[in-house]
């Protein structure tokens, strides 16, 4: 069991999130998922352009570190996001990773996973942020088990707290992955959000030709 960590705050090693997003990891590996924790701050990922490529070939003409961060998300059961809150939403290079999934979406590449996020904010938000990131995560394919969001300038105690409380999120997110946990109404969204791709790609088949052999070899081809 794989639970990768992705956190996008430029404090490095004095971020408030990254606390959170460690408390996940450490709850996974009470459950004894295996671990890793990528700073998106010290990657290079380049601004999608829109060009279509992707769905064409399956490539992204953009030669940066995105495919390696992707591909260890493919390898992860678990995903967790950490993004301090920035104007109601996630920081530059988080926002950047996530625009370059657009083939992934289309191909719900994710599907199977299970994912949670945490926040912090000074004042508000955090909850929004969080959701945020959650919907990202379904909107991919994963299952989201819950967040956390923690606003420390109305409490600076309220860190220690969220920590308790992603760490308990991190044994949740280890436990869902083996099974444990059932989220009926996130699977039956999943399948419907699956046949609407599977519809528009069917219809841009001459286009999204490596998404349509996609579709076809993982046999959802309707």
């Known amino acids: 069991m794989k639970v990768i960590g992705l956190i996008a705050s430029p404090r490095g090693k004095d971020s408030n999130t990254l606390k959170l997003v460690k408390a996940v990891l450490a709850g996974a590996e009470d459950e004894g998922a295996k671990t890793e924790l990528v700073d998106i701050y010290t990657v290079r990922i380049e601004y999608c352009t829109a060009c279509g490529t ?4 399956g490539e ?3 030669l940066d570190d995105f495919p390696d961060i992707f591909d260890r998300m493919m390898n992860a059961d ?3 996001l950490g993004a301090p809150n920035y104007i109601d939403s996630v920081p530059a ?6 625009d370059r999934m657009a083939d992934a979406i289309h191909c719900q590449m994710l599907t199977g996973k299970f994912g949670c996020s945490v926040c ?9 942020v969080v959701g945020y990131m959650n919907r990202v995560l379904t909107t991919l394919g994963t ?5 956390v969001g923690v606003a420390i300038g109305r409490d600076p105690a309220a860190l220690g707290r969220g920590e308790e409380e992603a760490r308990a999120l991190g044994k949740r997110l280890a436990q869902s992955i083996r099974g444990e946990h059932v989220y009926p109404e996130q699977d039956e969204i999943h399948l419907q959000r699956r046949e609407y791709f599977c519809q528009l ?3 841009n088949k001459d286009r999204f030709i490596h998404e349509y052999d ?6 959802w081809m309707t």
Do not use: N
């Open 54 to 57: 992707c769905y064409a070939t």
């Open 60 to 62: 992204c003409p953009l």
């Open 78 to 80: 678990g995903i967790v």
């Open 93 to 98: 290079p988080m926002k950047a990773l996530f």
């Open 120 to 128: 912090t904010a000074g004042g508000s938000g955090e909850q929004e």
């Open 143 to 147: 299952t989201a088990v819950g967040g």
């Open 201 to 203: 790609v069917k219809y």
């Open 214 to 219: 996609w579709y076809v070899q993982m046999g």
